[in-house]
Nanobody
Framework: QVQLVESGGGLVQPGGSLRLSCAAS????????MRWYRQAPGSQREWVALLTSAGSTIYADSVKGRFAITRDAAKTTMYLQMNNLKPSDTAVYLCNVQLGSMTNYWGQGTQVTVSS
C-alpha cells in the first residue's frame, strides 16, 4: 500500500505562486509515473502534469510554461511549482502515483484558490 499526502495549497492572488507537495509513504516499487491532477467544482478531473520514472515531464497546454513538476532524489516527494496563477487554476489538486502498468494511488487533495 502507498499513502499520498498533499500540502501547500491556499489562497493566492492572480499572478502569484504556490508550491504543492505530495509526500509518499509505503511500498513504492516499480514506479512508473507520478502525476498531478486537478478538479474544479462542477468539472471533471483534469490531468495537469506528468513525471515519468526516467525524469521526463509533460504538461497540459493550460499550464505549460507556468507550472513545473519535480521530485526529490528518493522519489518519495513530488512537487508542483505553480507560477503566474490565474483564477482558472482554482481547483482541488490531487497527486497520483502509478506503480507498474495498472496500480494507481491517490492523495486526498489540497485546495488552491486564485482570487483577488
Amino acid at each position: 500500500q502507498v499513502q499520498l499526502v498533499e500540502s501547500g495549497g491556499g489562497l493566492v492572488q492572480p499572478g502569484g505562486s504556490l508550491r504543492l507537495s505530495c509526500a509518499a509513504s509505503g511500498s513504492i516499487v516499480n514506479l512508473n509515473a507520478m502525476r498531478w491532477y486537478r478538479q474544479a467544482p462542477g468539472s471533471q478531473r483534469e490531468w495537469v502534469a506528468l513525471l515519468t520514472s526516467a525524469g521526463s515531464t509533460i504538461y497540459a497546454d493550460s499550464v505549460k510554461g507556468r507550472f513545473a513538476i519535480t521530485r526529490d532524489a528518493a522519489k518519495t516527494t513530488m512537487y508542483l511549482q505553480m507560477n503566474n496563477l490565474k483564477p482558472s487554476d482554482t481547483a482541488v489538486y490531487l497527486c497520483n502515483v502509478q506503480l507498474g502498468s495498472m496500480t494507481n494511488y491517490w492523495g486526498q487533495g489540497t485546495q488552491v484558490t486564485v482570487s483577488s
